[in-house]
């Protein structure tokens, strides 16, 4: 049996996925595949360092040591090729509040600022909440003669679009549809931004958990690279990246991000702002874990994306073959599976209300990721792999 394939109950600690079934579905009678965190036990390294960390009797405030910088720098350079100076990097308490944090700091109010629907949906509600003006980009939707869906970008509504905006929320790879953008995808996006002096914050958060024979560009590095020969390493440009190990290591709980801002000036903006809400960032276990996940949990990270990838051609595989009036997005990163469910033909409450009451699985409506969302549901596939195939069995009786 694989380190996965474990069991782990999560009743009763305190878990939203789990614990919070009740407020959200209105049943506790459901297989929890929503909020996305995973059923899975963190690397034995992060563990280990909490429960040293513990053992300490006092929990006073915390400061980052530089040891944690320079294991995040090591991490980026060594995971994703991307040399990053500690003077860069800004710790924050989680990637939502970061959303919000370079929406309030770096745009005016009513600025127009672009997103992707169907997009994560803090994207969306950061615009709303900090009264920036949204502006949609849906992405595109295609889907072969084998009936495989496939997004792209909209890059030439992106370059209308670019005209009324100050700021482009980018989520690399994207949550829900699970894309892991081309390079030249993402070189034709740096050209409009280029274009149009758009500032990008880049959402890395699912950077590391992209499947074989894909593979992760840090918007930000190949920037750098594509710069002209005469900038240096520390040329000012304006893209900012969300980095995490919470989702990578399945550490979540603990909220502690960073953005990554070459600039200074966007760097002391986002600085102030952050000073200005008082926000205690970090926490003596939150830095803890940080730090040993990025030095000890490479090897962990590798039997994760194994076990996930072989889950997720299991899933799409049974669902092709058994649940035809469903139709799932493959990712190519993520644990999330975007499933497409129009050919139901119901309405987005109606589609909730069935999986909850007829299939007892508690998954995230598509309608809450905005344009484009209607008709889907996402699945979180971060589970032991017997849960998957339970849920989708469930879903194939229940529709037959
Ligand atoms: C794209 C994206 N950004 C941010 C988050 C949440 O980040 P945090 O828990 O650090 O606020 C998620 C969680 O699902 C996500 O998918």
């Not at 929406?103 to 920036?132: M, W």
């Not at 949204?134 to 890059?155: A, F, K, S, T, V």
């Not at 596939?381 to 849960?387: E, L």
Request: negative net charge; aromatic residues 8%.
């Amino acid at each position: 049996m694989q380190r996965f394939d474990k069991t782990i109950p999560r009743e009763t600690s305190a878990s939203l996925k789990y614990d919070g079934r009740l407020e959200t579905f209105g049943t506790n009678d459901i297989l929890p595949m929503w909020v996305a965190d995973m059923d899975f036990a963190v690397p034995d390294a992060v563990t280990e360092a909490l429960q040293a960390r513990a053992s300490h009797p006092i929990y006073g405030y915390s400061i980052a040591p530089e040891s944690l910088y320079q294991a995040l720098i090591d991490w980026l350079l060594l995971k994703h090729q991307w040399p990053v100076k500690r003077e860069w990097i800004v710790l924050t308490p989680g990637v939502v509040p970061s959303l919000n944090l370079v929406v309030a700091a770096l745009t005016a109010e009513n600025a127009g600022v672009i997103v992707q629907p169907p997009v994560y949906f803090p994207f969306l509600s950061a615009v709303k909440d900090q009264h920036r003006r949204l502006i949609e980009n849906p992405l595109i939707l295609e889907e072969d003669d084998l009936g495989n869906l496939h997004y792209q970008m909209d890059l030439s509504q992106l370059d209308n679009c670019a005209r009324e905006a100050s700021l482009l929320m980018f989520c690399s790879p994207h949550n829900p549809v699970g894309r892991v953008w081309l390079k030249d995808e993402l070189l034709a996006l740096l050209a409009v931004a280029k274009k149009h002096n758009l500032i990008i914050l880049a959402d890395e958060i699912h950077a590391d958990l992209v499947y074989a024979d894909t593979q992760h560009h840090t918007l930000s590095r190949l920037a750098f690279k594509n710069a002209p020969a005469t900038s240096s390493i520390d040329a000012p440009h304006a893209i900012i990246t969300a980095v995490s190990p919470s989702k990578t290591f399945n550490i979540p709980g603990l909220g502690l991000s960073a953005l990554i801002i070459p600039d200074a000036t966007y760097r002391q903006t986002i600085q102030s702002h952050l000073t200005k809400i008082a926000v205690s960032v970090t926490n003596p276990f939150s830095m803890i874990a940080f730090e040993a996940a990025y030095r000890g949990g490479a090897d962990w990270l590798s039997e994760l994306m194994a076990y996930l990838q072989a889950t997720r051609d299991e899933a799409v595989a049974f669902i092709r073959a058994h649940i035809p009036k469903i139709n799932a997005v493959c990712p190519e990163g993520t644990y999330l599976l975007w499933l497409d469910c129009r050919k139901l033909n119901i309405d987005d409450k109606a589609l909730a209300l069935f999986f909850v009451q007829e299939v007892q699985l508690g998954l995230s409506s598509g309608a809450m990721f905005g344009c484009g969302g209607k008709g889907f549901m996402r699945m979180n596939i971060g589970t032991p792999r017997a849960n998957v195939m339970k849920a989708l069995d469930r879903l194939k009786s229940a529709l037959s």
